[in-house]
């Protein structure tokens, strides 16, 4: 049975600038980090939460579970960074607030990755969770502030960079979305 889906070309638009802000997020997160600059790191993790929260707001797919999954994942990971702002100066809780935006974050990339064949939406889905894990390893070990560590990191962050800033030039260029219908 075919059914149309509402999906205007605005709202593909507000899903492609959710990107664009997220990689501005990223871009100031990877040289905030290179710099050990805070204010320009806290900067870049809010933009990049907000495109997150745009591309997920925005993201088409036919099972609706996929949105509620990247959705609450991106929404719980905010949750817990205004706790950390807030309430908790931990940074545990700033870990695991960058670990579901990343694990939501992971969901769109792969989405887009199986839908267009975008090989660094691939690359990027796989890398989350090894960011996420590695990162947590790190400042259990006690090893987040070790010069060696910290470089490989800044390397590690700005491959990801370039690789997401290929990633959005190739959704940029993608036609924007004419009509959409279900194809099951």
Same mark, same amino acid.
């Given at each position: 049975?075919?059914?149309?889906?509402?999906?205007?070309?605005?709202?593909?638009?507000?899903?492609?600038?959710?990107?664009?802000?997220?990689?501005?997020?990223?871009?100031? =997160? !990877?040289? &905030? %980090? @290179?710099?050990?600059?805070?204010?320009?790191?806290? /900067?870049? +993790? $809010?933009?990049?939460?907000?495109?997150?929260?745009?591309?997920?707001?925005?993201?088409?797919?036919?099972?609706?579970?996929?949105?509620?999954?990247?959705?609450?994942?991106?929404?719980?990971?905010?949750? =817990? !960074?205004? &706790? %950390? @702002?807030?309430?908790?100066?931990?940074?545990?809780? /700033?870990? +695991? $607030?960058?670990?579901?935006?990343?694990?939501?974050?992971?969901?769109?990339?792969?989405?887009?990755?199986?839908?267009?064949?975008?090989?660094?939406?691939?690359?990027?889905?796989?890398?989350?969770?090894?960011?996420?894990?590695?990162? @947590?390893?790190?400042?259990?070990?006690?090893?987040?502030?070790?010069? $060696?560590?910290?470089?490989?990191?800044?390397?590690?962050?700005?491959?990801?960079?370039?690789?997401?800033?290929?990633?959005?030039?190739?959704?940029?260029?993608?036609?924007?979305?004419?009509?959409?219908?279900?194809?099951?």
């Amino acid at each position: 049975m075919e059914t149309d889906i509402y999906y205007p070309k605005r709202y593909d638009i507000i899903y492609r600038s959710g990107y664009v802000t997220g990689f501005l997020g990223i871009l100031l =997160f !990877a040289l &905030s %980090y @290179l710099f050990y600059n805070w204010a320009v790191f806290s /900067l870049g +993790i $809010s933009v990049f939460y907000l495109g997150s929260l745009i591309s997920g707001m925005f993201l088409l797919v036919w099972k609706k579970e996929v949105k509620i999954f990247i959705l609450s994942c991106i929404i719980l990971g905010i949750i =817990f !960074a205004f &706790s %950390y @702002l807030l309430f908790f100066k931990n940074p545990e809780i /700033l870990i +695991i $607030s960058m670990g579901f935006v990343l694990a939501g974050l992971a969901g769109l990339y792969g989405k887009e990755a199986h839908c267009f064949h975008f090989i660094e939406g691939w690359i990027l889905m796989w890398s989350f969770p090894f960011l996420i894990f590695a990162n @947590l390893l790190l400042y259990g070990l006690g090893l987040q502030n070790n010069g $060696s560590v910290h470089a490989i990191f800044s390397v590690i962050y700005l491959i990801i960079m370039l690789l997401a800033l290929s990633f959005l030039i190739k959704k940029l260029r993608q036609p924007l979305m004419q009509f959409c219908q279900n194809q099951d």
